[in-house]
């Protein structure tokens, strides 16, 4: 059988854990091969010794490419072999051309100087081919995820590819813009191009891949050549059955915490334009209110808004706690109202990485291990790891810094965070985005019984599943305004969509309500 890669028993260690234990893989050439396990498996950590960031001589075990031994130094070095691997965090300089950032590193030059007429026909000619007709002079960030995404591919075809290593690609990403480049991939792959895929989206897998490896802990516990049933190869990647992937729960829902009362905010960059439009709601103690929505809708705006107006110019509109009104107007005011926001973008917002976890999880919350303006370090030490063992954050101590902890483990830590700070709402934006099956179980167990204790939780996610699976109560926005609502137990995928289309034609003033669904679905 003719394989591009073996990689033979690939050990990589790192103070007081051992990431990799006696790693074994082999991809065939012209495959796309699923790299799947749960957050902390040593996927990533795989991958980084493949490509050369963590060099020759750093981790045990041997690598062979293309039938030869390979011993890379740095990930130029696995580059120049045709071995490129695109991050998660992608690795683009906003302010840049698309050109410049495809070519940085790699400048096309004559005696020191950049020819630009080169640079640009040879980045049209890449663009095509990801599918993207852009400028090749447009500034990257200008654009959005998904054509940002493709870009890196560009860049990767650019360094005339043979194994492209694909981490994550589609957790930003909507659903429009996944299946784009999941087509593309499926495209390279037919013309000879192979992949590694990790993903935490076995529809995903199931989509493009045609072999999957599941790491567990460290180490390889399953390769399967051709699809198998999702249940399997979750079973594979957390070591136990999960017929159920969100747990229990008996809602008990009382009376109004909050109401929010045409609330509006504009957007800064744009004149004219409303990133929240007139939004009213109101959300119960011990409920669970989900915020549905395609990308854009408005759901993060609306969210950071509330949270002390952390985004956008408020117009208008009015927010009560216990039918008083609260001031909202800066951050330390909505947290002393009681409000807490886990952002989407944990590792930019949510952490300070460089940190350790008892430095972080005080950080919403300092007059809680303070005494008279000073830090009490026994304290911080005692509240940090009370709450890595509540809510099982995995790490050898209290000590390790964030940036090393899986993405899970990160989640749990920006949680541990805000749950110190005592707040009686909670607005939980994307909070599995990243993070596999098993974590995500965790943190839904998390979500339930910090209802069931009597918090209040407003749950925005791209993943309707998860709203279906967790919530009480669904909202619907739609370009700046909520558009209907429903009662999860009436809730289906296929009614949320039709409310989305239906406001896209006829956007009111008026909340769709669950009578009006019915009506409007024996239409569609």
């Avoid at 796309?32 to 045990?60: D, F």
């Avoid at 993207?132 to 959005?144: D, F, M, W, Y």
């Avoid at 999957?212 to 399953?222: C, E, K, N």
Wanted: charged share 25%.
């Amino acid at each position: 059988m003719d394989h591009i890669l073996e990689m033979r028993g690939i050990t990589k260690e790192f103070p007081g854990v051992k990431a990799l234990d006696n790693v074994n893989m082999t991809v065939r050439r012209g495959e796309i091969r699923a790299l799947v396990g749960e957050n902390g498996a040593g996927k990533s950590t795989l991958m980084k010794v493949l490509s050369g960031v963590y060099p020759h001589g750093s981790y045990q075990g041997e690598i062979l490419y293309k039938g030869q031994p390979m011993a890379f130094r740095d990930i130029k070095d696995s580059e120049d072999r045709g071995i490129v691997i695109i991050h998660q965090e992608l690795a683009l300089v906003p302010q840049m051309s698309i050109a410049e950032n495809i070519f940085l590193g790699n400048e096309i030059a004559t005696r020191g100087v950049i020819d630009r007429r080169e640079t640009n026909r040879r980045t049209a000619e890449l663009l095509a081919q990801v599918g993207l007709r852009e400028s090749p002079e447009t500034r990257v960030g200008e654009l959005g995820m998904g054509k940002q995404q493709l870009i890196e591919i560009a860049k990767a075809l650019s360094k005339k590819v043979d194994l492209l290593i694909l981490d994550e690609p589609t957790s930003s990403l909507n659903e429009h813009d996944s299946d784009a480049l999941l087509r593309l991939l499926a495209g390279f792959r037919d013309r000879g191009m192979t992949a590694i895929l990790i993903s935490h989206k076995l529809n995903e897998i199931s989509q493009v891949c045609d072999s999957i490896t599941v790491l567990r802990d460290g180490a390889t516990v399953a390769h399967h050549d051709g699809m198998v049933e999702e249940s399997r190869i979750i079973r594979d990647m957390v070591g136990r059955s999960m017929n159920d992937r969100y747990p229990p729960r008996q809602p008990r829902v009382g009376e109004v915490v909050m109401q929010v009362r045409d609330w509006t905010v504009a957007d800064p960059a744009r004149e004219g334009r409303l990133l929240v439009n007139r939004a009213s709601f109101e959300l119960r103690r011990g409920e669970v209110l989900g915020i549905a929505g395609l990308m854009g809708a408005g759901r993060t705006e609306l969210a950071m808004s509330l949270f002390g107006r952390s985004m956008g110019d408020w117009q208008s509109g009015s927010v009560s706690i216990h039918g008083k009104p609260a001031d909202l107007t800066t951050v330390p005011r909505a947290i002393a109202a009681g409000l807490a926001y886990v952002t989407e973008d944990r590792k930019s917002l949510g952490l300070v990485l460089e940190d350790t976890i008892r430095r972080n999880i005080p950080l919403a919350n300092l007059a809680g291990i303070s005494a008279r303006g000073v830090v009490d370090r026994a304290r911080e030490g005692a509240v940090a790891r009370d709450y890595r063992q509540r809510i099982n954050i995995r790490s050898p101590s209290v000590e390790q810094k964030t940036v090393n902890l899986s993405g899970g483990n990160q989640q749990k830590v920006v949680l541990a965070k805000w749950l110190f700070a005592e707040p009686e709402i909670l607005i939980l934006d994307e909070p599995t985005r990243g993070i596999d099956v098993g974590a995500k179980y965790e943190i839904y167990t998390i979500i339930r019984d910090l209802a069931a204790s009597g918090k209040s939780i407003i749950v925005i996610s791209s993943e309707m599943p998860e709203l279906l699976g967790i919530t009480d109560r669904i909202l619907v926005m739609n370009e700046g305004r909520l558009v209907g609502e429903m009662p999860t137990a009436e809730a289906t995928q296929e009614r949320i969509m039709q409310v989305i289309i239906r406001s896209g034609h006829d956007l009111t003033d008026k909340t769709v309500t669950p009578e009006e669904i019915e009506a409007e679905a024996a239409h569609v």
